[in-house]
Structure formats: structure tokens, C-alpha cells
């Protein structure tokens, strides 16, 4: 164990990831405090969801180290799933459970993973269903929901399991624009009551609004990382400038 | 030469009594055939190496040689090294066997229609393997696997017909002896039909009673979202 990881809540330490011959993570390092927002921006294909599942090693990681408070996730015989459940992830494309009502969807982590007994683990699922504002949706199936509701269910589901980080890969990218404010209200909510956040999105006015730091990835490697307000006035990479100016173009700014 | 059809209702017993042993021989080989089935399509899917390998044979051969050339292997051909059986568990051995290796490729062609994010969804909750497989992907598979596993169903259910080649009392060999001896040929194997396609008609819409019974909206083996 690393004298100084207990420090930080979560220590990313020179990861590396090759698919065949393509290095797709090529040694990336950085930390995140408690109740930190970070949102991770970079072109298609730099290795952004890639860099999210090293994190809670839904992918391995080829080397490197990556430790959530004192405990080191890559270590070799890390109690893998018991330190993944410490962390929520929320993905791309929901990834609801089809066969299981909203509310059940929720409480399945909680009852299963963790071993609460199923009555507090439905007071927990509907606490955090409430959170995401769908207390009266608890009964409903994935396909009786907006993708917008998904979403939020899928958070929800993360929540109940009392994380300390929370992983967000693009998660209103599969989204109509019009469900995409309902679940950036729900992160921002997250964000201002002390949720860690670690989400990869292009969604600049919630990185301006919430972010502590943007990170920019590219190639494999971090290039670039600072707050939002001086990333946008003052990058210090070409590259940087050009890549903030192409997605404020294709997004938009406005929260 | 007699050209009326007759039937005597005190055949009735011992058909009924031939019906039983079919739906008995039926059940059991249908029962052994999933427990072995669903371990062969756990196998097909989550492992690599010897045990995938044993299990894709195990498939490829009892799919590819028939039924009846099966059951002659077990119960007249294993004699030779030392094992016998009873007529009645050679059949439910042989037709186990058999459609293991039909409800194994079921199985798994509803396990990978149950969309691969749920998994890492699973995982991500800090779910192991194992209960990811029986908290989420058995399931739905199961629910998936209904109609295809009616007709295996049906298929046994008639298929087990060729145990009277090996002295089994089921409703063929019933039908076979009483007509044998009162050469009702003709009446006797309508109502052995009919008696088969009662029992065929009653479990498909028991099963479309179930299939309704456990439905979810939005889980179909085509439909993959949401
Ligand atoms: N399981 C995999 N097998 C092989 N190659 C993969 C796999 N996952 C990702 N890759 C490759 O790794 C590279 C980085 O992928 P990744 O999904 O991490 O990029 P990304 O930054 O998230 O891109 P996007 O913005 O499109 O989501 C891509 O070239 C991709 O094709
Ligand atoms: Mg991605």
C-alpha cells in the first residue's frame, strides 16, 4: 500500500491498456478528493470509457495502479467485487435489468451484493428513486420508461448502493435532446451535495457549472487538466483550444 | 371382410394405463434433459478450453445421430460392457441424453440474447459471476426459452413412441399389443393419435398460459433494447 494513497478517495497511477496492437491507454495518473467533480472530455476513440472501466476493472488494466481510498482495486488479491460495489457507474446506454420493475432494479444491489435485508433495502431503493425524482415510476418496467427515466433509474440504482465514487460514461450521449436536462439536473444535484464524480461528457455548461476540473484526454494520455474557467480562457495546448471550440460548436454552452 | 371401425371401450384402461407411462417417461427425460441441458449452455458460454470443448462434442454428437440409434446404443449395446437398465430407464436415459443436447442449444441462444451491458451492469454493482447469472441472466433466458422449449416438449412427448421397440408398456406399446390380437389396426391407432395429440393440445396451451403468466414488457429474443 502506498503510504499517501489513503489521502486521496480515489489514486490513478500510470495505466496502461492495449486492445492487440493498439495502445489505447498509454500511462495515465490522477487524483480525486472527496466530493470532487471531474469531467473527462476527448475526441472519439482516445480511450476515455476505456480509462472508466480500468477504474472499477469492468476492464483490466495491463499496469498500473488504481486505489479507492486505502484499498488498492488492482492489487492481486483484491477483494475486486467488494470494492467495485463502492463505486457506481452509470452507462452510456442505461443497461437497466429488463425483467425487473424500476423499484427492483434499484434494490437488487443492495439486497444481493450487500446483504441488506429486503425491507431496508426497499426503504434505500425508494430513498433513491425519490433522488432522482421517480418515487411513482417504483413499479414500472425499463420499457415503460423514457430514455430520460432510464437514466435516471439506472442512477438511482448506483446511489443505493452508498458509493464513495461515482462513474458516469456519457450518459446523456444516447439521450433525445429534450431528456437530456432532466438527467444533467439530477448530476448537478448529486454534484452540490458532495457526491465524488468522475464523468466522461461534452456537455460543457454542466462541466462549468459543477466541474472542479476538467480533464482532457487524448491519444491515450491526459493532455491537459484544469478548471473549467481557465481551460476555456487560457489552454495550454493548441490542441486544447481547438477541441473546446469543436464541442462548444456541436453542444452548445448553455446549461 | 369387416368394414366397420369398432372400438371397445375396455381398451380404454390399459391405454389410459399405456398414456401414464408415456407422460411419466416424458416428464422425467424432459426434467434430467433441462438439469443437464442448462449446465451444457452455462459451459458453451461462460467457459473456454477442455470444458467447452467437452461440452460442444457432447451437443454435436447427440445432435447428430438419431434418437433410435441412441436408445439402441444404451439399452442393447451398453448390456455388452455391463451396464443394463430396465427398459423404462434405458428410454428415459437415452431420451435424457437426446434432448440435453437439443435444450442445451436452447438455452443458449436465449443466455446470449439477454443483452451483454446488463452483465457489465451486474458487475459494476459489485455482483460476482455467479449470481450475475442468477439474478439476471437466468431470468430472462428461462422466460425467453418458453416456446422454443414447447416444442422439445412436443417433440419428446411423440418421440418417445419408439420405447415400445424395446418392450415399454407406453401408449404405443399398448396400442401395439391389443392390436396384435384383435387386428383393429386402424381404430386403434386413431385413438392412439388421438389420444398423443390430447395431451399435445393440452401442454402447448398450458405453456402459452405460462409464457403469458411470466411476461415482461420489452423482453423478446429480437428486441434488445431497454
Ligand atoms: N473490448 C475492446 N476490444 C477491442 N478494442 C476496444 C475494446 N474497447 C475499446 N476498444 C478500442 O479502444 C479504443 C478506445 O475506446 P474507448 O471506448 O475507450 O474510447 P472513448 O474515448 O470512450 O470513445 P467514445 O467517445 O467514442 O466513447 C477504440 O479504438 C476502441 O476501438
Ligand atoms: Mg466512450
Known amino acids: 500500500m502506498n503510504s499517501d494513497s489513503a489521502d486521496h478517495l480515489l489514486r490513478v497511477e500510470d495505466v496502461h491498456k ?58 492481486r488479491r483484491a477483494p475486486v467485487n467488494r470494492i467495485r460495489s463502492q463505486m457506481g457507474f452509470v452507462f452510456q446506454d442505461f443497461n437497466l435489468f429488463t425483467h425487473l420493475p424500476a423499484l427492483d432494479n434499484v434494490r437488487i444491489g443492495p439486497q444481493r451484493v450487500k446483504g441488506i435485508r429486503r425491507r431496508e433495502a426497499t426503504t434505500l431503493a425508494q430513498e433513491a428513486l425519490a433522488t432522482v425524482g421517480l418515487k411513482e415510476k417504483a413499479q414500472s418496467y425499463p420499457a415503460q420508461l423514457s430514455g430520460g427515466q432510464q437514466q435516471r433509474v439506472a442512477i438511482a440504482r448506483a446511489l443505493a448502493m452508498s458509493p464513495k465514487l461515482m462513474l458516469f460514461d456519457e ?40 466541474a472542479d476540473e476538467i480533464i482532457f484526454m487524448e491519444g491515450g494520455v491526459i493532455l491537459e487538466q484544469a478548471p473549467p474557467e481557465s481551460m476555456f480562457r487560457n489552454p495550454q495546448h493548441k490542441r486544447t483550444g481547438e477541441f473546446l471550440r469543436k464541442i462548444s460548436d456541436l453542444y452548445g454552452e448553455s446549461e | 371382410m369387416d ?35 442448462l449446465l451444457l449452455s452455462l459451459a458453451r458460454v461462460y467457459t473456454r ?105 412436443v417433440y419428446m412427448l411423440k418421440y418417445s413412441s419408439i ?44 405453456l402459452r398460459w405460462l409464457e403469458r403468466r411470466v411476461h415482461v414488457p420489452g423482453l423478446t429474443t429480437t428486441g434488445r433494447r431497454g
Not at chain 2, 192 to 200: E, S
Open chain 1, 18 to 75: 492495449r486492445y492487440g496492437r493498439e495502445e489505447v491507454l498509454r500511462g495515465v495518473s490522477f487524483t480525486m478528493e472527496r466530493a470532487d467533480t471531474k469531467v473527462i472530455i476527448g475526441a472519439s476513440g482516445t480511450g476515455k470509457s476505456t480509462l472508466l472501466r480500468c477504474i472499477n476493472k469492468l476492464t483490466d488494466p495491463d499496469q498500473g495502479r488504481v486505489w479507492l481510498e486505502n484499498q488498492e482495486i488492482t492489487g
Open chain 1, 171 to 210: 450518459p446523456t450521449s444516447a439521450l433525445d435532446p429534450e431528456l437530456i436536462g432532466e438527467v444533467l439536473e439530477v448530476m448537478v444535484k448529486l454534484a452540490k451535495e458532495g457526491m465524488t464524480m468522475l464523468v466522461v461528457s461534452h456537455e460543457m455548461g454542466f462541466a462549468r457549472t459543477v
Open chain 2, 3 to 37: 368394414m366397420q371401425l369398432v372400438f371397445d371401450w375396455a381398451w380404454l384402461p390399459r391405454l389410459s394405463d399405456g398414456l401414464i407411462v408415456t407422460m411419466q417417461l416424458t416428464g422425467a427425460c424432459l426434467a434430467g434433459g433441462a438439469a443437464l441441458g
Open chain 2, 49 to 153: 478450453g477442455p470444458v467447452y470443448w467437452l461440452a460442444s462434442a457432447y451437443v454435436q454428437f447427440f445432435r447428430g445421430t438419431p434418437l433410435l440409434v441412441q436408445l439402441m446404443i444404451i439399452h442393447f449395446g451398453l448390456p455388452t460392457v455391463g451396464i443394463r437398465f430396465e427398459p423404462f430407464i434405458s428410454g428415459v436415459v437415452a431420451m435424457g441424453l437426446n434432448t440435453a443436447a437439443y435444450q442445451a442449444e436452447y438455452f443458449r441462444g436465449a443466455i446470449q440474447s439477454v443483452r451483454s451491458g446488463q452483465t457489465l451492469a451486474a458487475r459494476s454493482l459489485g455482483m460476482s459471476p455467479l449470481q450475475t447469472v442468477r439474478y439476471i441472466v437466468l431470468p430472462q433466458a428461462l422466460r425467453l426459452v418458453i416456446p422454443p422449449w414447447s416444442n422439445e416438449l
Open chain 2, 163 to 206: 420405447v415400445y421397440m424395446i418392450g415399454v408398456s407406453d401408449l404405443m406399446g399398448v396400442g401395439r399389443t391389443i392390436s396384435a390380437r384383435s387386428f383393429r389396426f386402424l381404430e386403434l391407432f386413431i385413438v392412439v393419435a388421438m389420444m398423443y395429440l390430447a395431451v399435445v393440445l393440452i401442454l402447448t396451451f398450458a
